[in-house]
């Protein structure tokens, strides 16, 4: 079976500085690894995927997370917050076959202070 | 332009009474999901089915029941069984092909008075 650790329920950040939300796994084979942005009162929106192919991922609204297998990682980063990029996050990971279940961690509300 | 809608946003219910909560599709997606979501506990499957007319439990089913008549509909009955049900509800589909990745709708709040 597939989880995730996201750590740290709320994560404030300042306008212009760097937001990193991290993001562990487990999983008996080889991952597909997801983040979703989610706004108050809709639903998930992906902003990137790794499926094995380039370690660094790059998604919508400036954010990129780093596959590291050697850490089972897949930390989130954006250089320059925006206040716009105020949100929960969620982690979710699924086997790259077979019963492929997302499982998804308990998310991260990001503030950002202006 | 192709989405996920649910019905009602909001949706009031008194103890003892059975909803519905409505998911319609229109991707051609095989495979659609229920999922719950409750501050701090991030999303927790519900229900899942991947062809008409078959679904499987997922971790949280109690109290909860679906059907799979069409493709492109997957509604969810809360009943009076469920004993914590104001949540926030959201659906999902995708393909069986390729990477897992999941659209979902704006969800449904349903709230027990």
């Known amino acids: 079976a597939q989880s995730v650790t996201q750590l740290g329920s709320h994560v404030s950040v300042s306008e212009g500085a760097l937001v990193l939300l991290r993001c562990n796994y487990s999983?008996?084979?080889?991952?597909?690894l997801f983040w979703y942005v989610q706004y108050p009162n809709q639903g998930l929106q992906l902003l990137l995927k790794?499926?094995?192919?380039?370690?660094l991922v790059k998604g919508i609204n400036g954010f990129e997370a780093e596959f590291k297998k050697s850490e089972t990682s897949f930390h989130l980063t954006k250089p320059s917050a925006h206040m716009s990029d105020a949100a929960e996050y969620f982690c979710?990971?699924?086997?790259?076959?077979?019963?492929?279940?997302?499982?998804f961690g308990k998310g991260n509300q990001v503030v950002v202070i202006p | 332009d192709g989405g996920i809608t649910q019905s009602p946003k909001y949706l009031f219910r008194k103890e003892g009474q059975n909803v519905t909560l409505s998911c319609e599709q229109n991707?051609?997606?095989?495979?659609m999901y229920w999922y719950r979501q409750d501050p701090g506990q991030g999303l927790r499957l519900i229900y899942y089915?991947?062809?008409?007319?078959?679904?499987q439990k997922g971790d949280i089913a109690e109290g909860y029941s679906v059907s799979r008549e069409k493709k492109e509909s997957f509604p969810l009955t809360v009943t009076s069984a469920q004993k914590n049900p104001t949540a926030f509800y959201l659906c999902?589909?995708?393909?069986?092909?390729?990477?897992?990745?999941?659209?979902f709708g704006a969800g449904s709040r349903l709230t027990v008075l």
């Open positions: 089915s991947q062809i008409v007319n078959d679904f």
């Open positions: 979710a990971v699924s086997a790259n076959y077979g019963n492929n279940r997302l499982a």
């Open positions: 991707l051609n997606h095989d495979a």
């Open positions: 999902a589909s995708r393909t069986l092909s390729g990477a897992n990745v999941l659209t």
């Open positions: 999983s008996s084979v080889p991952p597909y």
């Open positions: 790794y499926t094995s192919a380039a370690t």
